[in-house]
């Protein structure tokens, strides 16, 4: 009988050993797919900040040269407008 008690406890305790060892197997594995998903969902989001700085990028450039446009206007109509206060003054 107790022999029968021994045999019982040694099967349970070598399962129980087995059976940590395959949840810890199938964990790892589980964690790694997530990490993984993580990692990815990380880098298309940076993908996604990068083409939006390039957009807005664009978009400076074209207001700086629209700006620079602007003041030129400014500038050439400045000067006509001396020249016309020259011809009425005289």
């Not at 998903?37 to 990380?42: K, L, N, P, Q, W």
């Amino acid at each position: 009988m107790e022999s029968t008690v021994l045999i019982i406890g040694c099967i349970c305790t070598v399962l129980s050993i087995l059976f940590a060892i395959i949840t810890f197997v199938i964990n790892r594995n589980h964690d790694s797919s997530k990490h993984a998903r993580e990692t990815a969902s990380i880098s298309t989001d940076i993908v996604y900040i990068k083409d939006g700085i390039s957009e807005l990028k664009t978009l400076v450039n074209a207001q700086t040269k629209e700006q620079t446009q602007m003041k030129m206007s400014i500038a050439k109509l400045e000067a006509r407008v001396d020249d016309i206060e020259k011809r009425v003054n005289r």
